[in-house]
């Protein structure tokens, strides 16, 4: 299935637009992928099954958001967390993201008719090789509307990853230790990088 499903939105679907969209919108949604594996067990189809029809899922709520206006979605899809699975779920997940990264390169030219940036955010050497090449030719640079997937991400590597960089960028001379916004603290101290992690 595409990123962005195809069609006309239903009948049903246009009601309820027209109700949120007579609000106020939000420029920004983020959605954390959840609740695959509970509901391939309800419905009584196999796990991969399950992250397959989650990815549908996901491909029709960005649908909605592009038709609701919304120029950024980030979707949570793959935690750093997430490689202590099953290898056989690790593998299911990696096919996954190997067949929607190929398809997201097919559909590049309309992704771009239609202005969208697309940023794969995460640490991706953790990533098998062939699917970092494939996120390398997928991201596309646009203005209009942005979606960001993070994929293989947690809030404390991303923050241990940013303070290492700046560290460096200090180290480089490419970012001054004590910024204007930190000297209009007074007395405040100078920032101290652990570069352990
Ligand atoms: C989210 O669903 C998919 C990924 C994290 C890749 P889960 O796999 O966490 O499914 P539940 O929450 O265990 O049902
Ligand atoms: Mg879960």
Redesign the pocket.
């Known amino acids: 299935m595409s990123w962005i499903r195809e069609g006309e939105l239903s009948i049903i679907e246009r009601f309820c637009a027209n109700i949120i969209k007579a609000g106020p919108m939000p420029k920004h949604v983020a959605f954390i992928?959840?609740?695959?594996?509970?509901?391939a067990q309800k419905c009584h189809v196999e796990r991969q099954q399950?992250?397959s029809q989650?990815f549908d899922k996901l491909a029709q709520t960005l649908r909605w958001c592009l038709n609701l206006g919304i120029r950024e979605v980030t979707v949570y899809?793959?935690?750093i967390e997430?490689f202590k699975r099953s290898k056989e779920e690790v593998d299911g997940?990696m096919d996954l993201a190997r067949q929607k990264f190929s398809r997201l390169l097919e559909e590049q030219e309309n992704l771009k008719k239609h202005g969208v940036c697309i940023r794969v955010l995460g640490d991706l050497p953790l990533l098998p090789v062939d699917i970092q090449e494939l996120i390398a030719q997928a991201v596309l640079f646009n203005k209009l509307c942005f979606l960001n997937v993070c994929f293989a991400y947690t809030s404390r590597h991303e923050i241990s990853n940013a303070v290492r960089e700046m560290a460096w960028g200090v180290e480089q001379g490419l970012l001054e230790p004590r910024s204007e916004l930190m000297a209009g603290c007074g007395s405040a101290p100078p920032p101290s990088f652990n570069l352990q992690p």
Do not use: K
């Open positions: 992928m959840d609740g695959n594996r509970r509901y399950g992250h989650g899809a793959f935690s997430n997940l």
